[in-house]
């Protein structure tokens, strides 16, 4: 968030000799502390070996996708906005790009932002759509209900019926390789064909018959797609 304040800058900073204070403020949350050597940074973002960063910098999109991507810096839970025009954009790029290029891996994220943004809105915590339990949103994946790598492109624009929040804790897994799926009348049931230990049991019990909010008329298919594709006899 910006703001101008002369009267809480001058509170916080004084003034200088012409009485003027630095009233352009912005706020900042979530706020991770890094340790990155001069010598690492500047290998990344291609500056003199000798070069050191002083002050507060702010990189372009080039610069900052590459130490994302070298780092592992990305946290969704920044909520980039990411407008639907950019996110058709961004899909219909997607296909042809070369998957182990950083700008794959920066419009790959710009796809995740919006639909997070879209599941989450601004929410901290929120449910999962297998198990109903609340989880703080970095333990959440936007699932894609029929996998991903098998949606057409309209059926990717199709985001208000194609993902669902699955928890990091085991429904996104469980869900993904088979183990667990969405029957024809919306409820959570288990696949006898896929070896079940002790601990999937205690997992999925309490789970399964519990009925699916995100299964509906639109989305129905996409949960029948995901279970055509695991051959469960239903
Ligand atoms: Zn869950």
Excluded at 85 to 105: F, G, H, R, V
Excluded at 126 to 145: N, Q, R, S, W
Excluded at 196 to 225: H, L, M, W
């Amino acid at each position: 968030m910006k703001f101008n304040n002369y009267d809480l800058a001058k509170n916080l900073w004084g003034v200088d000799e012409n009485n003027n204070t630095w009233e352009n403020i912005y706020l900042v949350t979530d706020i991770e502390m890094i340790d990155v050597s001069y010598d690492r940074l500047n290998k990344i973002l291609g500056y003199k070996d000798n070069y050191v960063i002083q002050g507060l910098q702010v990189l372009d999109e080039i610069k900052s996708n590459k130490l994302f991507e070298v780092l592992e810096l990305y946290n969704y839970s920044l909520n980039e906005p990411v407008s639907i025009d950019d996110y058709k954009n961004t899909l219909s790029n997607l296909e042809n790009a070369d998957k182990l290029d950083t700008e794959y891996m920066a419009r790959r994220r710009k796809e995740q932002s919006f639909l997070r943004n879209y599941l989450f809105g601004n929410d901290k915590y929120f449910e999962c759509g297998i198990c109903g339990e609340k989880f703080p949103i970095d333990m959440l994946i936007t699932a894609h209900i029929k996998k991903r790598s098998y949606c057409s492109n309209d059926e990717k624009l199709d985001y208000k019926n194609i993902v669902m929040p699955m928890c990091k804790l085991g429904c996104d897994d469980l869900y993904e390789k088979g183990y667990i799926f969405v029957d024809g009348s919306g409820n959570i049931s288990l696949n006898r064909d896929r070896p079940i230990t002790q601990k999937i049991s205690q997992y999925v019990d309490p789970i399964i018959g519990k009925r699916c909010k995100y299964y509906n008329e639109q989305s129905s298919k996409y949960f029948k797609a995901n279970v055509d594709r695991h051959k469960i006899e239903v």
